[in-house]
């Protein structure tokens, strides 16, 4: 047999994996038996394929098809990840975050959404404020009703808390709650207890848009 046909009786046996739906293939030694070639040659036509994009390996885990997953449980997977990233991937996450709870929020939701505008509103604690903050943007994911985006939501926020808090006490201060982002706050919510999903995408688009320009300077 050629090598070319060994590759290709390795492509046909992915091709069949994902279209059976399995998300693995089998152990090296299984898999060389398989498609009958040596284990030798089988792991120079896995290292072509994962460098093609097809597959990807983890060590004690095994070989899976396609594109190399990223795990946030490993350790430095987020290196090189910097708080303007995060400040983008909000603007892009959040604005449809406001759409879909105006769309899905329940009157619980909404009753939560206002107690919360009501509390920043009457606190002078710039630390309780940024405490009701976080609250308000979780509430507005949660009112989406949808696990997937409040997992996307959880996973983005807690990725930049640290570095984030840092710079949102250097720029806001500590000493007194932003009015100006409370009332920013109150048209996100009131747009969401509307069900105007357009204006609630719009509202949180230009929030975000605001406090980025306060954090970076950008305009």
């Not at 998300?23 to 070639?37: D, K, S, T």
């Not at 190399?68 to 997977?77: A, K, L, M, T």
């Not at 990840?81 to 899905?104: F, H």
Request: aromatic fraction near 4%.
């Amino acid at each position: 047999m050629t090598s070319e046909s060994d590759d290709l009786r390795l492509r046909a046996f992915i091709d069949t994996t994902i279209q059976q739906g399995e998300p693995q293939l089998p152990p090296e030694p299984r898999l060389a038996e398989l498609i009958n070639v040596s284990r030798g040659r089988l792991r120079t036509l896995l290292k072509r394929l994962e460098e093609e994009g097809v597959i990807w390996r983890h060590v004690g885990k095994g070989t899976f098809v396609g594109p190399r997953q990223i795990d946030p449980s490993s350790p430095g997977w987020s290196e090189g990840i910097s708080l303007g990233d995060i400040m983008d991937a909000r603007r892009l996450l959040e604005p449809q975050l406001a759409a879909s709870a105006a769309i899905s929020a329940r009157p619980a939701d909404v009753v939560a959404l206002e107690r919360c505008i009501a509390e920043m509103s009457e606190t002078q604690s710039y630390l309780q404020w940024k405490r009701l903050d976080e609250r308000l943007h979780r509430l507005i994911a949660e009112a989406t009703h949808n696990g997937l985006l409040l997992l996307l939501y959880d996973t983005l926020r807690n990725q930049g808390r640290a570095g984030l808090d840092q710079r949102l006490n250097a720029v806001f201060g500590k000493d007194s709650a932003p009015l100006e982002t409370n009332r920013q706050h109150a048209a996100i919510v009131s747009a969401i207890k509307a069900g105007d999903p357009s204006a609630a995408e719009q509202e949180m688009l230009r929030h975000l848009d605001q406090v980025r320009a306060r954090l970076f300077g950008l305009r």
